[in-house]
C-alpha cells in the first residue's frame, strides 16, 4: 500500500563491470563520485548507510561458471521509497551515472535490486 511505501526502508544494491582498457583514474573518479552522493547537501539527509566494494578478483568469482564477477558494486540504504526515488531521479546519482559510470562500464553488465529491509 501507499502508506507501507511511506515506511518501508529499503535498500538499493547495484553492480557493473568496468571495461578492462579503462584507466584507473577514471575509475577512481567513478568510485568518488558514488562516494560523493552521501555527502553531497542535496542528498545526504535521504541515505541512511552506504557501502562502496570492488571486486577482489578470487580464482572462484573470475572462473565462476555462471560468469565473472562484477567489478564495481554500490549499497545504500533509505529510510523509505520516496527516498530512494527522490535518491534515483536527483541530477547528483543522474550525473553520476551519465558521466562516471556509464561511460566505462562494459554495456548490459549493470545489475541492480531494491529491497525491504
Do not use: C
Request: no cysteine; charged share 25%.
Amino acid at each position: 500500500t501507499k502508506q507501507q511505501r511511506k515506511t518501508m526502508p529499503v535498500k538499493h544494491i547495484v553492480m557493473f563491470t568496468v571495461q578492462d582498457d579503462v584507466p584507473n583514474e577514471k575509475v577512481e573518479a567513478l568510485k568518488d563520485g558514488l562516494l560523493g552522493l552521501p555527502k553531497s547537501k542535496a542528498l545526504e539527509a535521504l541515505f541512511l548507510d552506504y557501502e562502496l566494494g570492488t571486486d577482489l578478483k578470487l580464482v572462484g568469482g573470475q572462473t565462476h561458471p555462471s560468469g565473472k564477477n562484477r567489478s564495481i558494486v554500490w549499497i545504500a540504504s533509505f529510510a523509505n521509497v520516496e527516498d530512494y526515488e527522490t535518491y534515483n531521479d536527483s541530477d547528483e546519482h543522474v550525473h553520476v551515472v551519465t558521466n562516471l559510470i556509464k561511460p566505462i562500464t562494459v554495456p548490459g553488465s549493470r545489475a541492480a535490486i531494491q529491497y525491504q529491509i
